[in-house]
């Protein structure tokens, strides 16, 4: 009998959402929460997993080769094992206890992070060698195939190679990362709306094929492909709500520029001004906020941050504030007592 351990980070990011999967730009931090999986080996293809997060079941069970998709948090782990076996791994049965400080749900990367963790785990297990680049590759494919969610990569990348002090610009066209410092006059409240719906997968992949059909109408492979025409030409020619999808794609990609140049300038003020017109976007033109996140945006501005804005694919989930080095917890607490809904803090970062 054999064990091994594998650990994945949840992820913010701090700017760039939705652009991943439209070839953009995105800049995520690590967390320091995270998902540890605990593999033991058994001597049959039985899968079996437990887990102390919330949700249903907290156990079960499968066999090798006959991985069926079911809605439940353990497709991302058939989805692992089914693609593993797909390119040629050998790997047997084997039991997982899966541990958890991530809120599920969050827009925290939750799922992305269960999977690399189970990767990782798996690999040591059975001796696979699976680098960072095929584990990030292998997760999406999971929660693509198996998980319902046409994402893009921005939550196995920043996974696999996030930083929990340092952002993390990747260009999603092809990959290229590079470190950003963060200032130390700064740090990000995560504050989580306590709030999830039930629909987010369906509008999420309704967005993403919003802007498959924006690139028809426009004749391009990604709406990365539009940056160098005026973007009033380029909405002209797009029926409503293509053309407030792809502002917003747009804009937001100048927008991650525009803070790769606040945070090097350690300008803490404009970078606030950049989160705060990314919520406005996604908000208005991609319409992926709900009454309870804009509440806490609202409250986090109100009570002295820098800026806020909603954090994930939207429809429920978290926010981030910027606030100076050292008050973000202060700022949370001001925040939650106003908000109406059963919100609480996640986390500080760095």
Not at 154 to 170: M, N
Not at 254 to 273: I, K, M, P, Q, Y
Not at 322 to 339: D, F, H, P
Request: aromatic share 4%; hydrophobic share 40%.
């Amino acid at each position: 009998m054999r064990r091994a351990t594998g650990f994945a980070p949840g992820r913010i990011n701090l700017i760039g959402e939705h652009t991943d999967y439209n070839d953009g730009l995105v800049m995520p931090i690590a967390l320091r929460l995270g998902v540890t999986v605990a593999a033991t080996s058994r001597d049959d293809a039985t899968i079996r997993l437990t887990t102390d997060a919330p949700v249903t079941p907290q156990h079960g069970s499968y066999i090798l080769g006959t991985e069926r998709s079911d809605g439940t948090w353990l497709d991302r782990a058939k989805g692992v094992t089914a693609i593993l076996a797909r390119e040629g791994a050998r790997i047997g049965g084997f039991g997982a206890d899966v541990r958890s400080d991530l809120p599920v749900g969050a827009g925290l990367g939750s799922s992305a992070a269960f999977a690399i963790a189970l990767l990782r785990a798996v690999s040591k297990l059975f001796d696979l060698a699976v680098d960072d680049a095929a584990a990030a590759r292998i997760a999406h494919a999971a929660e693509s195939e198996f998980g319902g969610a046409r994402s893009g990569m921005l939550d196995q990348l920043a996974s696999v190679y996030g930083r929990p002090s340092d952002a993390l610009l990747i260009d999603m066209r092809d990959h290229d990362t590079e470190v950003i410092a963060l200032p130390r006059t700064i740090e990000v409240a995560v504050i989580d709306s306590g709030t999830r719906h039930e629909h987010a997968t369906g509008e999420y992949n309704r967005r993403r094929a919003e802007c498959e059909q924006a690139c028809v109408h426009l004749g391009v492979v990604s709406l990365r492909d539009v940056e160098a025409r005026p973007l009033d030409e380029i909405l002209e020619r797009l029926p409503s709500p293509l053309d407030r999808r792809v502002r917003h794609v747009v804009t937001e990609n100048a927008r991650v520029r525009r803070a790769v140049d606040a945070v090097r300038a350690h300008d803490d003020a404009g970078l606030g001004e950049i989160l705060d017109a990314s919520h406005r976007s996604l908000r208005d033109d991609y319409q992926v906020s709900t009454p309870e996140l804009d509440q806490l945006v609202q409250l986090a501005t109100g009570a002295g941050a820098f800026g806020a804005r909603m954090v994930g694919g939207g429809f429920g989930g978290s926010i981030i504030a910027l606030t100076r080095r050292g008050e973000g917890r202060k700022l949370a607490t001001r925040v939650l007592e106003g908000y109406r809904g059963d919100g609480n803090l996640v986390a500080v970062v760095p």
